[in-house]
């Protein structure tokens, strides 16, 4: 009866927002209110060992038909549990902080002992993986929607999401039309004018309308906003009390959140730097109002590289956001010298996260009195190495020109002095 009003009320909208082909759950409180929603499709690939020490592929969907009396709702976090099939589950789940709610993660268990799914399998086991889905700041009151695929990867799992509508802490009993839309539905070339006041404290959640057409509102110009300035950072370490660590650069961070791109640079006069050095991992963390960035640097025995970042603070519009990747391989240096690159450079740290470095030396190992050693410069200052060619090679052509023209004038003066006789 509550499905066929809700869909009574589409049809009456004139609107099909979401093309059902999925599973769609509704789970109930104990006032049998509806508490959290949920239209998903899964695809899942899962290898396993079959007899003769070989391994096997199957690809199965998240069949239309599952057990949902696992699911439970709470008021800062609820579960949506799916149980198919033989012995087999699926589930997701949710937490509130204020305004927002994430999915904290995907728990998906596969019975290898059911035949009909997994032929030959050698182990007659449940097997578990756990993974982290990308659904972070959902407005609380609006369905998480994500057309788009979203392949999720663990060692022998691989998920596909797609076609997603779900709703964690549904008030009121009955689903917000409002949206929350993932990042891979928008079209890329949408950009939202770029915030630099990050102590703002509004915590206004775009959302958009169910009932509304229009598209995303689409480019409109990044600002550009000035080049931050330059810090200096360093860490001591805490046995011997001298500098183990020196860091020295400019920083700007671009962030996609809820379909919004702002860019922040960090100002070195409110921000402190501690950390640790150690054989084999040093750690640089900056604090800067609500943001903190922390650099992982791993010695892998004659180099150093730049091995994770891990960027939580809010945004413009007060929106907590946590952006991490602990498989870089950026700043690569020899170990006793420093990383150096004073041109501007970007690098992808996760979809939403873009890191921008002005005038960068680092030198995470082997610091000694306190100094940089010798520098190693990035490959986008052998650029710079072009300039002098350049310059040179200028200087041969304007050389050339100026014989050249000698020659011209010679030979019209020569031939003026045959017309004058
Ligand atoms: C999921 O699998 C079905 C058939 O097995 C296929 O039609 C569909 O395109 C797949 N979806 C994705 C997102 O891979
Ligand atoms: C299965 O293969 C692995 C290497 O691929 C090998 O180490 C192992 O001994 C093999 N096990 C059997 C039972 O043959
Ligand atoms: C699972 O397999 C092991 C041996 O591999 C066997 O001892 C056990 O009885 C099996 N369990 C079930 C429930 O089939
Ligand atoms: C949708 O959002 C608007 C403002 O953004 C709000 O006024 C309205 O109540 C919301 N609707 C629902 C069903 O939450
Ligand atoms: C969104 O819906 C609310 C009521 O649910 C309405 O007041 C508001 O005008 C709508 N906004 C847009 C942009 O359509
Ligand atoms: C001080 O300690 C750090 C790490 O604990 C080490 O890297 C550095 O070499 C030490 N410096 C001196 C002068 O002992
Ligand atoms: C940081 O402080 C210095 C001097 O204390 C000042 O000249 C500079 O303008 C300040 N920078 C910013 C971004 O506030
Ligand atoms: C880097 O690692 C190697 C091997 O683990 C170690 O011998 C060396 O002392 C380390 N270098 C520094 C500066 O900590
Ligand atoms: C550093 O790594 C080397 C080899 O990778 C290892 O032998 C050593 O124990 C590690 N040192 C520390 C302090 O973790
Ligand atoms: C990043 O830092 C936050 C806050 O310290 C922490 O909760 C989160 O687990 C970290 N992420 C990774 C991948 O280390
Ligand atoms: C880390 O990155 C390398 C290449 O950049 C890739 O081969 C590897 O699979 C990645 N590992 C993880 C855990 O993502
Ligand atoms: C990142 O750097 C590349 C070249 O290094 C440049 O083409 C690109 O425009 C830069 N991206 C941004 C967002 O600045």
Redesign the pocket.
Known sequence: MYRLSTFMLFLALGTVFQQSHGIEVNVTDKDNKLCLYANLMVNFSVSYEVTGNKSATVKFELPLEAETSGSVCDTTTSTLKLDFGDGHSWSINFTRSGKIYQADTIVFSYNLNDTKLFPNSTSNETATVTVKPHIINVGVDTCYSCKSDDLIEADMVSQTLSNVLIQAFVSGGSKSDNLTTCAADVPTTTVVPTTTNATSTTTAIPTTNVTSTTPPTTSTPVPTIPAP?TGKYNVTASDNKTVCLLATFGLRIGLLQNNKYEEM?L????TTAHGLCGVNISDLVLVSGPLTLMFTFTNDTKKFHLHALNITGNTGSGVAFSEANTNLSLWEAAISSSYMCNKEQNSTITDALTLFTFKLQVQPFGVEKGLFSIAEDCQADAESFLVPIAVGVALIILILIVVLAYFIGRKRNMSAGYESF
């Open positions: 300035s640079n100002d070195p006069n409110v």
